[in-house]
């Protein structure tokens, strides 16, 4: 087990797990999955250390992944403020991955001067929930019922830490 910066090459295994998680529409708001060039905007964006990637491989495999991004960086009060998003391998859920990613991210949210993380989540996301509050996220806001699968309508929930 480790946790280091992302790097191109592991590209393809963060748009296999984020697809994961598009079609449970339980972990993210996107509905269509996404190939690799189309995140490849995405992953350049995240190059930069001030908001980076980081993987978690086991077996020399990327299992897992957080990522910060800057909450509204345009407005400079909020320059603190990081978003944070993590994603699991479906076969590697419920193994202990998310609390050492979420140790990880506190700790480098720290290193990286951030004073608040925020996770922003579906309300269907127990999972999520439950390990945010584990690590003493408190809800700190909620648009009630502004997510639509087809019918199924969720909330989203802005959980976050002061750090």
Request: proline letters at 2%; aromatic letters at 14%; charged letters at 25%.
């Amino acid at each position: 087990m480790s946790i280091r910066l992302a790097e191109y090459k592991d590209l393809e295994a963060l748009v296999e797990i984020y697809n994961q998680a598009i079609v449970t529409h339980r972990c993210t708001a996107d509905m269509d999955v996404f190939s690799v060039e189309e995140r490849i905007s995405w992953f350049e964006e995240h190059q930069s250390l001030e908001y980076p990637i980081y993987v978690y491989i086991v077996d020399n495999k990327v299992v897992g992944y957080l990522y910060f991004t800057g909450y509204r960086p345009d407005r400079r009060a909020l320059s603190y403020t990081a978003e944070i998003s993590y994603y699991i391998h479906n076969g590697y859920q419920r193994q202990g991955i998310g609390t050492k990613l979420m140790e990880f991210t506190i700790k480098k949210g720290k290193e990286l001067n951030f004073k608040n993380l925020l996770a922003i989540l579906l309300d269907c996301n127990l999972p999520s929930i439950k390990l945010l509050e584990k690590f003493a996220f408190k809800e700190w806001g909620c648009l009630p019922g502004v997510a639509d699968f087809d019918g199924e309508i969720c909330s989203h929930l802005y959980y976050g830490l002061k750090i």
